[in-house]
T-cell receptor, first 113, second 114 residues
Framework: KQEVTQIPAALSVPEGENLVLNCSFTDSAIYNLQWFRQDPGKGLTSLLLIQSSQREQTSGRLNASLDKSSGRSTLYIAASQPGDSATYLCAVGRGSTLGRLYFGRGTQLTVWP | EPEVTQTPSHQVTQMGQEVILRCVPISNHLYFYWYRQILGQKVEFLVSFYNNEISEKSEIFDDQFSVERPDGSNFTLKIRSTKLEDSAMYFC????????????FGPGTRLTVT
């Protein structure tokens, strides 16, 4: 069974810092990996999707990398802002015809001014 | 930008009652999902649905649960005989073309069973 772990569980940084969130998964036979943002009591907002054949994806200040063989992904946030404060979730997809996502517990990020 | 919508945003029900959670996926999407998140826990997959039938379900999705696409726009999750432990946030998601594409999530329905 696929297990997804995210480290750290919580992170508090001052505005302007560059930071890295980590995600690891136990079964490297994944189809894709998706990073989400979740604000308190809200839904999930998709940030980046990386297909298993890709090494990284970028969107604005966000960069996600994938090392499928070692079962790891990182989300890099550049020049963090208070508006980035949220919980960041990593989810892996198992197969092309099976869309089930396996989620980690998330990293709760607080960026203070 | 198209988005997944869910109603109601919050549902309170008594133990043993039946509830129906409603979702309107993005209009040209073909794969639909339900997930749930118990407070403080991971988001968990419940079921995926394609071409008017279940394509995969988790061990959580037992006979208490059912899904339906009653028309061309709605996708529903029915929970029969609700239990206290069914209290959670329920998320609907959809993806275009085939599974493996980006999944877009709705804002969720918070179900409280008393």
């Amino acid at each position: 069974k696929q297990e997804v772990t995210q480290i750290p569980a919580a992170l508090s940084v001052p505005e302007g810092e560059n930071l890295v969130l980590n995600c690891s998964f136990t079964d490297s036979a994944i189809y894709n990996l998706q990073w989400f943002r979740q604000d308190p009591g809200k839904g999930l907002t998709s940030l980046l999707l990386i297909q298993s054949s890709q090494r990284e994806q970028t969107s604005g200040r966000l960069n996600a990398s994938l090392d499928k063989s070692s079962g790891r992904s990182t989300l890099y946030i550049a020049a963090s802002q208070p508006g980035d404060s949220a919980t960041y979730l990593c989810a892996v997809g198992r197969g092309s015809t099976l869309g089930r996502l396996y989620f980690g517990r998330g990293t709760q990020l607080t960026v203070w001014p | 930008e198209p988005e997944v919508t869910q109603t109601p945003s919050h549902q309170v029900t008594q133990m043993g009652q039946e509830v129906i959670l409603r979702c309107v996926p993005i209009s040209n999407h073909l794969y639909f999902y339900w997930y749930r998140q118990i407070l403080g826990q991971k988001v968990e997959f419940l079921v995926s649905f394609y071409n008017n039938e279940i394509s995969e379900k988790s061990e959580i999705f037992d006979d208490q649960f059912s899904v339906e696409r009653p028309d061309g726009s709605n996708f529903t999750l029915k929970i029969r005989s609700t239990k206290l432990e069914d209290s959670a946030m329920y998320f609907c998601a959809s993806s275009p073309q085939y599974a493996g594409y980006e999944q877009y999530f709705g804002p969720g329905t918070r179900l409280t069973v008393t």
